[in-house]
C-alpha cells in the first residue's frame, strides 16, 4: 500500500447499534451510483452487511464518517464497496482513511490482494483509491435489464 490511514478517524465492525446509519447510507449509496433502491432494500441489505460482519465503520470523535464494506471473497482476494462518506464529511480525508485501513486489515487476515470497483467519471474517488495504492486493472460496463 502507497498510503496508509494518517489516523483521522478509527476503523470500527459495525453492529447492530449502527443500523440506522448504514440503512440510510447503502440508500444513499445505491442513489449515487445510480442503482436505486427502496428504503426496505436498504435495510435487508444493512442487516446482511452487518450481521455477516462485512461492513465496518470509520469513527472521529464519536460521529461516524464514512463507511467501507468487504465482499465477494475469494481464496486470495476480497472486494472493498460500498465505500461513502455524507456528503458533510466529504473533502475530510475520511473516506480516505476508510479505505486505507480496511485494505490493511483485509491483506493482514491474509488476503493477498484486494480490490474495488469504481466510476471512471468520478475522478476524486479514482484519484484517492490511485493514492492508496490501487491500480487500474480493467474498465468494466453495468447493463440493466428491463422485464
Known amino acids: 500500500m502507497k498510503k496508509q490511514a494518517d489516523g483521522n478517524g478509527v476503523l470500527l465492525l459495525a453492529g447492530i447499534e449502527h ?5 440510510n447510507w447503502v440508500y444513499l449509496f445505491c442513489e449515487e451510483v445510480d442503482m436505486a433502491v427502496s428504503s426496505e432494500e436498504a435495510e435487508v ?5 452487518i450481521n455477516q460482519k462485512k461492513i465496518f465503520i470509520l469513527e472521529k470523535e464519536g460521529r461516524i464518517v464514512s463507511m467501507a464494506a468487504a465482499t ?3 481464496k486470495n482476494n476480497i472486494t472493498v464497496n460500498f465505500v461513502f462518506t455524507p456528503m458533510n464529511e ?7 482513511n476508510c479505505v486505507s485501513s480496511l485494505s490493511a486489515l483485509l491483506l493482514a487476515k491474509g488476503y ?3 480490490s474495488l470497483y469504481t466510476d471512471l467519471a468520478n475522478p476524486t474517488s479514482n484519484k484517492i483509491y490511485m493514492e492508496i495504492g490501487y491500480e487500474p486493472v480493467m ?3 453495468v447493463i ?4
Not at 443500523?19 to 440503512?23: E, P, S, Y
Not at 441489505?45 to 452487511?49: C, G, N, P, R
Not at 440493466?144 to 422485464?147: A, E, S
Open 112 to 114: 493477498q490482494t484486494t
Open 139 to 141: 474498465d468494466s460496463i
Open 144 to 147: 440493466h435489464f428491463n422485464k
Open 45 to 49: 441489505k444493512a442487516m446482511e452487511l
Open 72 to 74: 465477494r471473497p475469494t
Open 19 to 23: 443500523l440506522a446509519i448504514i440503512k
Open 90 to 96: 466529504r473533502k475530510k480525508g475520511f473516506a480516505s
